[in-house]
């Protein structure tokens, strides 16, 4: 029998999924929510990535990269329910996207490649969901691939996720041949034709044992984690269909296990069940907790509620030439066409122009937005992503998206001096709709500094500067951001501070400890800990107003290190002694003695420079390991992995960002254009004598 596609409705909170698609590069994850569409009747005809026609990569650059660059949000309708869905990047550059869709997602499906399993994006935007909180479900993709194999990815995702996955589903053939899946929960066949639709019946006979022998598994696994399934089994040794869905909607979101789906997303395979399952075991916005911020210090709740206090998070703006279009997620309250709304950061009011339902680079107008929606609203001059709006009468501010540090640098400038003032306008607007990139001038050359996640990042902002202001850019070779630390510190500096120059005059007496923090147990310069300060000061011999006043000094100090004026990170301050004047002494001449006592303590401490370096994957055919692993050496890469894959080897190392510029094109060249990598920042390392202070990388 056929069963009904879906059915419109407008949906109460109950029948509400804001969920996210996250993934490797190439997983399928654009294909699966282009399936989605199409078959809940959002869109009428199917896109394809590699012909440039689907909806959520809509942006240019997306088209003809053929790779999703920017998070784009879209809606749809399955069985009554509607379903906010956001399509995430995959590639490493653009993980600030994920971070800020995932912090406004309720629930979210990671696509995995039936062949490669977990590859490493796969893992950072997991590890980035598990932070989050948010519960998910696997969709394993790619299942008509020549080497695919369900088991291999389910136990690759056991092991580099640390997760139980919940394999639902079995498949029925292989490779190029297969057509359906085994529903474990029903025992049923779905199997589909060639037209995407699909017909459910009996289990084949040749799959029967294997499937009972996958369903008593499935008991089994499901019932050492919920105690309802476990009392269920040892009374019946099985587990009913409906008390499995409900322990499985359970482990869902308490995040104790993940519920395994698969399919074929390009062959149109398996969307329905797995819409089927966003419906059954992702939460609802009534499922998952108040939203917590603060008002004044204190923290506060809102609940999921249209009659509770307005209260949204912007987590993306599009910054147009006809305006600007900010991206918001509502999580309690009402917002109406022509509400004057807080923006509780800035401490600024604005007014709500017109309100969309988002189709990725479409939009339909609505009158109103309630809790649990994900929407766009027009007519906002200021609100940047990460800000909270609010209703004025109910301010309260939520807690912002975090934006990685940008690690990789170009030089840029108007090819004429005629554009330099529209240059500065359209990095104002890139760096408003990227939190991720940051622009600064260099006080010493003068020149305008573009940062950003890494080189593809930076490529694809400046080619969005020359497409949309139609600007000649210049671009300077990159710079990778280093770091100073402290190898070897110094004790017992002295440090005086005496200025008299008639009327009140500054005086400030202060002895230092420093020392490098791994010495110190507090963790390293890797280890998110940069400064730590602290007194040991007695007898009151410098109040505690002028110690505050010395560590703010010593972290004044910390911007620019002796090596080469890069900032400190991985110290420990000690203040240990100090001395005051009953009438000169100040905070303010507290704080420059703390300043330059550290510039003179660094100047005497053994310094070694860092330098930013990331995990490199590198998937390579069998005859070009050789030359790609000598060209990772000659980078001063350190391999620490290798394994074989169906003709490819996958070789893992640690390299100094420094290094990778250029790396696509050469490793495309010494295989011929089949071998592929990804980086994956990791921390910061010393850096070799060859590279020294201030020196641009190569």
């Known amino acids: 029998m056929r069963t009904e596609l879906h059915r419109q409705t407008d949906s109460p909170l109950t029948d509400v999924r804001n969920l996210g698609i ?11 929510t282009e399936r989605i569409l199409y078959l809940t009747g959002a869109v009428h005809k199917q896109g394809e990535v590699h012909d440039g026609t689907t909806v959520t990569d809509f942006d240019s650059q997306e088209r003809d990269r053929g790779i999703t660059i920017f998070a784009a949000a879209v809606s749809c309708s399955w069985d009554g329910h509607r379903i906010n869905l956001i399509d995430t990047p995959g590639h490493v550059d653009f993980s600030d996207e994920v971070e800020r869709s995932l912090r406004v997602l309720d629930g979210a499906i990671a696509v995995f490649d039936a062949v490669a399993g977990v590859e490493p ?20 993709n790619k299942l008509d691939r020549a080497g695919a194999d369900l088991d291999t990815a389910v136990a690759s995702i056991r092991d580099r996720l640390h997760t139980v996955p919940l394999v639902v589903q079995l498949p029925i053939g292989s490779e ?22 699909f017909d459910e019946g009996r289990v084949p006979d040749a799959l029967r044992e294997e499937a009972l022998r996958r369903r008593r598994l499935l008991d089994e696994t499901v019932a050492e984690l919920h105690p309802a399934a476990l009392e269920e089994f040892c009374a019946q040794e099985s587990v009913s269909g409906q008390t499995l869905r409900a322990a499985l909607r359970d482990l869902t979101r308490t995040g104790e296990g993940v519920v395994v789906l698969c399919g074929s997303a390009y062959r149109n395979r398996g969307i329905e069940p797995l819409l089927e399952a966003v419906v059954a075991y992702l939460p609802s916005p009534l499922d998952v907790p108040p939203v917590r911020g603060t008002l004044d210090g204190a923290a506060q709740e809102r609940p999921a509620d249209p009659a509770a206090p307005f209260a949204a998070l912007v987590f993306k703006v599009n910054s147009t030439a006809t305006g600007r279009l900010t991206c918001l997620r509502v999580y309690s309250g009402t917002i109406r066409k022509g509400d004057t709304v807080l923006d509780a950061g800035a401490r600024r009011h604005e007014r709500v122009g017109r309100i969309l339902r988002v189709q990725a680079g479409r939009h339909t107008d609505v009158d109103t937005a309630v809790a649990g929606d994900i929407v766009a609203v027009i007519g906002l001059k200021a609100a940047r992503a990460g800000a909270t709006l609010c209703a004025p009468a109910a301010p309260l501010v ?18 004429r001096r005629t554009d330099t003032e529209r240059l500065v306008t359209a990095l104002a607007r890139l760096v408003e709709e ?20 890494g080189e593809l990042h930076l490529e694809v902002a400046v080619e969005k500067i020359r497409r949309a202001h139609e600007l000649e850019i210049g671009v300077g070779r990159p710079q990778v951001a280093y770091r100073e630390t402290v190898v070897r510190g110094v004790s017992g500096l002295v440090y005086r501070h005496v200025k008299q120059d008639g009327g009140a005059g500054q005086f400030a007496h202060v002895v230092l400890d420093t020392e490098p923090l791994e010495a110190a147990g507090d963790g390293g310069a ?15 011999r410098v109040p505690q ?25 991985g110290l420990r301050v000690t203040l240990t002694d100090g001395a005051t004047h009953s009438k000169d002494s100040s905070e303010m001449a507290f704080r420059t003695a703390g300043r330059f006592a550290l510039r003179e303590a660094l100047r005497a401490s053994a310094m070694v420079l860092l330098e930013p370096v990331a995990e490199v994957t590198v998937t390579v055919p069998d005859d070009a390991v050789g030359g790609v692993l000598g060209d990772l050496a000659a980078r001063r890469g350190r391999v ?21 510029f250029g790396y696509a094109t050469r490793l495309r060249s010494r295989t011929q254009g089949r071998g592929t990598f990804t980086t994956r920042p990791t921390g910061y390392a010393p850096a070799p004598d060859l590279v020294s202070p201030g020196t641009a990388a190569r």
Do not use: N
């Open 640 to 660: 620490s992995g290798s394994t074989a894959r169906a003709g490819t080897a996958v070789i893992t190392a640690t390299v100094p960002l420094a290094e990778l």
């Open 176 to 197: 190029d041949g297969f057509g359906g899946v085994v529903d474990l929960l029903r025992m049923r066949a779905l199997v589909w034709a060639d037209d995407g639709t």
């Open 526 to 540: 890797d280890g998110g800990t940069e400064f730590v300060f602290r007194s040991t000061v007695v007898g009151g």
């Open 22 to 32: 996250l993934a490797h590069v190439d997983a399928g994850k654009t294909t699966v």
């Open 434 to 453: 990227d939190p991720s990139l940051t622009v600064r001038t260099d006080p010493e050359t003068g020149q305008t500094v573009l940062s950003g996640m």
């Open 398 to 415: 939520l807690e912002p998206p975090t934006a990685a540090a940008p690690v990789v640098s170009v030089a840029v400038e108007a090819r």
């Open 545 to 569: 107003e002028y110690v505050r006043a010395v560590e703010a000094g010593c972290r004044d100090a910390l911007a620019e290190g002796p090596l080469g004026g890069h900032p400190v990170t």
């Open 121 to 140: 994006q796969s893992e950072s935007v997991w590890r980035q969901a598990d932070r989050h909180g948010v519960p998910r479900i696997a969709f394993v």
